[in-house]
């Protein structure tokens, strides 16, 4: 079936210790998206890429980047994750940007826990 | 400012009919989506809407009135299994989508 996989499911990290979440898909999708969520709170959108265009929401924290070497794969490196970066990690696609109508297919989702 | 707002919870009865509410604010509008969310999984597409009026999708519809910036989810037959969280979100003039933070649906037997 055709899908978005996120790897790993759940992560645990250090205070301070880069942490690299990946996400793949298997659906020709030229929109991809990461997204943060905390319990009870929105889906908080962090970039978008349109293809190898890089889209930066202008909140996004300097601490998290982001690479999407091909159409399949996405990466979100967080450089030195802080306590309060400690939440749900979404990825998800979306054929072209520029039409209304098009779902968001998500993936599972990396929960990630800070120590 | 773009802003969405939906109740924080609601509780309903298995078997019954339960209609969650959401209102929207935002620069443009492109349609308005419902997922739903299982706690501690991905959201899931339920329901796009961007004319005004009612879609039917078997046990689920969702109605959509622009004038008012004013959308629901009707859920019908209520299943255990529909616990979950609702969320709502409007896509604005540059097609990216404004989310709420959710309605928790509580069903009990």
């Known amino acids: 079936d055709a899908m978005v996989i996120q790897n790993p499911r759940y992560q645990v990290t250090q205070f301070g210790k880069p942490v690299t979440l990946s996400c793949s898909q298997t659906?020709?999708?030229?929109?991809m998206y990461w997204y943060q969520q905390k319990s009870s709170q929105a889906p908080k959108l962090l970039f978008h890429?349109?293809?190898?265009?890089?889209?930066n929401e202008a909140d996004t924290p300097d601490n998290f980047q982001s690479r999407r070497p091909n159409t399949s794969f996405c990466f979100l490196d967080i450089r030195s994750p802080g306590l309060g970066d400690a939440a749900m990690y979404l990825c998800a696609t979306s054929r072209e940007s520029g039409q209304g109508g098009q779902p968001q297919h998500f993936g599972d989702g990396t929960r990630l826990s800070i120590l | 400012g773009q802003n969405i707002d939906q109740p924080t919870e609601m509780t309903a009865t298995e078997g019954a009919i339960v209609q969650i509410n959401c209102t929207y604010q935002t620069s443009g509008f492109n349609g308005l989506f419902w997922y739903q969310q299982h706690a501690g999984e991905a959201p899931t597409f339920l329901s796009y809407?961007?004319l005004d009026g009612l879609e039917e999708k078997g046990r689920f519809s969702s109605f959509l009135s622009r004038s008012k910036g004013y959308s629901y989810l009707l859920l019908k037959e209520l299943q255990m299994k529909d616990s979950a969280s609702y969320l709502c979100?409007?896509?604005?003039?540059?097609?990216?989508?404004?989310w709420g933070a959710g309605t928790k649906l509580i069903i009990k037997p």
């Open positions: 809407n961007v």
């Open positions: 890429y349109y293809d190898k265009d890089f889209n």
């Open positions: 979100a409007a896509m604005d003039s540059n097609y990216q989508l404004i």
């Open positions: 659906l020709n999708h030229n929109v």
